[in-house]
């Protein structure tokens, strides 16, 4: 059994910790309200854009617009892998580092040479770097500070390789965030675009249609369309995974607290059978020595 010193000295850091853990939850949880309130604000602007795009759908036959619509050869890949800069956040960084390894080694398994990793976060580019793999870590550090400003500046990197023919499909690998306790794993192919399927009907479609005037014309407000809507989804990826970071911290933060709880009553509990033992060695030596003069 350890020393009654050794028992108190653990108790003493275990004290230290919790208040950090305790500390840390408070303040994940003062950044999640704030984070989750912007990506909140930020979903019906992203779900209005991809509305009006399957609107106007009807005019990606265009050869202007052709360059984001026609499926190629899959021969390169770019991810968009968005982790945090920090850990102690549970298995949020690890999924996403999963996942990406994942469609490297099955989705890609025919290409895994030419998949670029463009890695948004230090924790991911760090550790996919060790793992040896092909990563360009030039927006490592733009999830620090997010704002819009930062989110474009890569959506017009991605925009810029595609349509210069460096990589055949782009694809985001990222948390969603659900909630507080919830985060979903996710990855999604933005480049080249995939149309979507319009669930209304025909005369519903074209009372939709007429109820919009075109100027200058369609391709045009595409051609402006597209790019912003990108972007859009690049932003709205990293708002998700600041507000999922935050969350997942909390909850890891308040899972840590409890068990150094929990630690500290064993502790306490252990430390008092210590002093237990120790005061009943003494009391035996005492009556020891008591019968030995008596005697």
Sequence with gaps: ???????????????????????????????????????????????KLQGIMAN???SIDDDRLAVYFKPR?????????????????????????????????EKYSNHSDNVTLLCIGKKGAEFLKRLKY??????????AGLDAAKAFEVGDYVLDVFRKGEYDQIELVYNQFKNAATQILSNEVIL?????????????????????IFEPGKVEILQDLIPRSIKTQVYRAMLDSLASEHGARMVAMDKATENAGDLLFNLKLQYN????????????EIVGGVAALEG
Excluded: W
């Excluded at 021969?75 to 956040?89: A, E, H, M, N, Y």
């Excluded at 092909?134 to 999830?143: A, C, E, I, Q, T």
């Excluded at 995939?194 to 479609?205: C, F």
């Design 73 to 105: 050869e899959v021969k390169k890949v770019l991810l968009v892998v968005i982790t945090s800069d920090r850990g102690l956040c549970g298995a949020f960084n690890s999924n996403v580092i999963k996942r990406t390894r994942t469609l490297i080694h």
């Design 134 to 143: 092909n990563v360009d870590s030039r927006y490592m550090l733009h999830f």
């Design 1 to 47: 059994m350890p020393s009654q010193k050794e028992i108190r000295s653990r108790i003493s850091s275990t004290i230290s910790t919790q208040q950090i853990t305790k500390a840390m939850k408070l303040v994940s949880a003062t950044k999640l309200k704030k984070a989750s309130d912007a990506i909140v604000r930020m979903r019906p602007y992203a779900l």
């Design 56 to 58: 106007l759908q009807d």
């Design 273 to 284: 059978q210590a002093r237990q033992a120790a005061i009943t060695r003494e009391i035996s």
């Design 192 to 212: 080249p675009i995939v149309p979507q399927k319009i669930t209304v009907s025909a005369n519903k479609q074209k009372q939709m249609l007429n109820d919009y």
